[in-house]
């Protein structure tokens, strides 16, 4: 079975960092698109960041400049530093995976920012 584990939310003050890790079992994330959505309590699910097989990223243009996704492809790990957090990134953050109809989901981590 496929799993995403999430690690590395918490609560962190404004302007602090924080960096999420997503490890990756029976699946090879080098050949997957993979990202980060958030989802704040009243709203839907956005997407953060993403990464594409190829290595290409693309920013939610309210994280552009502060977040940088990255991947390790030896560990099976994708990565979300995360600088200059503000309240309104507070949200539980997901990993996801796709590759063609294939699409997985972690289970979440909590990210809580206080002013």
Known sequence: QVQLVESGGGLVQLGGP?????AASRIIIIVYHMGWYRQAPGKQRELVARITGGGITTYADS???????SRDNAKNTE????????PE???V???????GQRNYWGQGTQVSVSS
Do not use: E, P
């Not at 994280?63 to 996704?69: A, E, L, N, P, Q």
């Open 79 to 86: 990565y979300l530093q995360m600088n200059s957090l503000k």
């Open 89 to 91: 990134d507070t949200a």
């Open 18 to 22: 924080l960096r999420l890790s997503c």
């Open 93 to 99: 953050y997901y990993c996801n995976a796709q590759w």
């Open 63 to 69: 994280v552009k400049g502060r977040f940088t996704i």
